[in-house]
């Protein structure tokens, strides 16, 4: 089993930066990727970004390129989600989600508000 905990939320102005954290427990051992995901209000959920335990670089959805940076810490116990730049379009709750051996596990979710 592997637990997942978002946080780093908040209401920002446009053009703001927020660092999104996943802090990651359990089984960790069984994790091959984590990646972030965004619900807007109304909207189906949305891939974001995705890192790798094999290495190579993160995969971005179109919408975010050059704004958002995933990364990790070296134990692979927190996932980052670097945001910059923040648009109004960026307004969704975000979600970490670990892809294991056993399957998918998801965490509660971080509301982002971004003020135009």
């Known amino acids: 089993q592997v637990q997942l905990v978002e946080s780093g939320g908040g209401l920002v102005q446009a053009g703001d930066s927020l660092r999104l954290s996943c802090a990651v427990s359990?089984?960790?051992?069984?994790?091959?990727?984590v990646g972030w995901f965004r619900q807007a209000p109304g909207k189906e959920r949305e891939f974001v970004a995705r890192?790798?335990?094999?290495?190579?670089?993160?995969d971005y959805a179109d919408s975010v390129k050059g704004r958002f940076t995933i990364s990790t810490d070296n134990a692979w116990k927190t996932v980052y989600l670097q945001t910059n730049s923040l648009e109004s379009e960026d307004t969704a709750t975000f979600y970490c989600?670990?892809?294991?051996?056993?399957?998918?596990?998801w965490g509660q979710g971080t509301l982002v508000i971004v003020s135009s």
């Open positions: 989600k670990a892809d294991t051996n056993t399957g998918e596990y």
């Open positions: 890192i790798r335990k094999s290495g190579g670089s993160p």
């Open positions: 359990g089984r960790t051992s069984i994790i091959y990727n």
